[in-house]
């Protein structure tokens, strides 16, 4: 799947004011806007409803459920998009820009953002798996200290094929401009693959942050008690999902 552009761009859901639950960011007042459709199939998505519009797809989500796009998704122009995030949020708050796939809707963001931009907001974030290049939209907007990327490679336990999970050019490039690489850990056998695309990404151990996996509290504590000691030791950086320990697993939070 291609990135693309568009008048307009398919929107799941915009929500807030939250606050950004995971990595760096985290526990910075937020706004989401949930971007539809997406390039992989994870087991464990959390955010399904963004995703599986089919039923070949959504077989490989744990759930097996098919959502209907025409009640999922709505298309929006840029402009719609900066009016409703303007209308929840105080000025100037963080916009996040996740999924889905953002990545494959790209050209769209970029014009949110140069909306944004002319109304003074000037901080933003995109979070990615990193399988498509964002070399284009961060080039274009000039705004690499605005645009913070979080880039999540999916590993073996994500159920995606090898070959269209990971993209070592891809990620070894988004290093480069400084973006910060999450990876989804469900136990300490994952670190192997984790060490691996760490060295060949060129990934510095400051750029790492591991999470464990889970929509439920008690999962999370629980890995996150068997996976922390590990991650600590190698020097990398740690984060739970907020949204889950304070929320639970709903959406819109």
Known sequence: MRPTGSKTLLVNEIFGPTWQGEGPQRGQLSAFVRLGTCNLACSWCDTPYAVFYDKRKADKHWSKKVYDPKVELLRMTPAEIVDRVESIV???????????????????IADVIRIFVQRMWNRFAIETAGTLPLRDLILSMRL???????????????????????????????SYTGATFKFVVE??????????IIKECDITPGQVWIMPEGTHWDDLLDRAENIAPYALRQGWNFTL?????????????
Request: proline content about 5%; glycine content about 10%.
């Open 187 to 196: 136990s300490v056998s994952d670190y192997k693959e984790v060490h691996t």
């Open 90 to 108: 105080p000025f100037n708050s963080l916009v996040i820009f996740s999924g889905g796939e953002p990545a494959i809707q790209q050209e769209g």
């Open 241 to 253: 999902r907020d949204q889950i320990l304070i929320f639970g697993d709903k959406r819109g939070t």
């Open 144 to 174: 690499s200290t605005h645009l913070h990327v979080t880039v999540s490679p999916k590993l073996n336990n994500s159920g995606n094929d090898k070959e269209d999970r990971y993209k070592p050019a891809i990620l070894k490039g988004l």
